[in-house]
């Protein structure tokens, strides 16, 4: 798979290209994967709990892909409107996968079964009680700051950027690469063009007499913030990958009603 020309375009180091790349192709694999139980789920939930996990996946692929369709055409506040459902699409999925997880590893069958029909139906009981999307984006938080932190210690890439970018200006303070990147600033300021609010109308339509250098810059930033959204999707994919055995977890931890091979 080839590093999309937006990205490229936008950041022009190797390593944040490859990156996203990675990113991309491993979701990609896991929308597609067949869902496959080595033992029948019947009397379970897990058909269904494996299918949204699953279904996490598919959303954000497909919102990924319409993100970038946009930006190549220079459709900039649409791609920005995405970039805001898909943070939203992983930080939901991700609360799930480890609430989920949590559930199997305390044996507690009750707890994931209400849980998971809270998550997909948006009910407790019969009283409506869907879950939050800002509970999911505080929780995940501290997860990405840790991350961030630790990667720029690996690898010192948003060090180098924030060098770079501090010459490119001549020595006027830069806000920090690694804070862009982060899920809640990246969240707060795409939804500041999501509602059709004065940055979101008229700042970025305005009259062809007000198109200036001013408003491409800030077109150019939220380009940014929505390529940065399917770096968030990294989150996701670590809970993908930690509850691919669930369904084997979840009969050694709970148990099922019917033992045997499909």
């Not at 390529?227 to 999707?233: E, F, G, L, Y």
Request: contains cysteine; glycine residues 4%.
């Amino acid at each position: 798979m080839a590093v999309r020309k937006i990205v490229a375009d936008i950041y022009g180091n190797s390593l944040i290209e490859a990156r996203y790349q990675q990113i991309e192709s491993e979701l990609r694999k896991f929308a597609v994967e067949k869902l496959d139980f080595a033992f029948s789920p019947k009397g379970t939930q897990l058909f269904s709990l494996m299918e949204l996990r699953q279904s996490y996946a598919r959303r954000s692929i497909d919102l990924v892909d319409s993100i970038y369709n946009l930006l190549e055409a220079n459709k900039v506040v649409p791609a920005a409107v995405l970039g805001r459902s898909l943070i939203e699409t992983v930080a939901m999925g991700t609360l799930f996968l480890k609430e989920m997880l949590d559930c199997v590893q305390m044996a507690n069958r009750a707890r994931l079964e209400s849980r998971l029909t809270r998550f997909y139906a948006g009910m407790v009981g019969q009283v409506p009680k869907p879950i939050h999307v800002m509970d999911a984006i505080r929780q995940l938080h501290a997860v990405d700051a840790d991350y961030v932190a630790y990667l720029d210690q690996k690898h010192g890439l948003f060090t180098e950027i924030d060098r770079l970018r501090t010459d490119l200006a001549n020595g006027t303070p830069v806000e920090r690469h690694a804070e862009l990147l982060s899920i809640t600033q990246v969240y707060d300021r795409l939804s500041e063009v999501a509602h059709p609010n004065g940055m979101g109308v008229q700042y970025l339509y305005p009259d062809p007499i007000n198109e200036d250098e001013q408003v491409d810059r800030i077109r150019d930033q939220y380009k940014r913030l929505a390529v940065s959204s399917a770096w968030q999707c990294k989150h996701l994919l670590r809970w993908l990958e930690e509850t691919r055995d669930l369904p084997q977890q979840y009969r050694n931890k709970i148990g099922v009603p019917q033992e045997g091979s499909l």
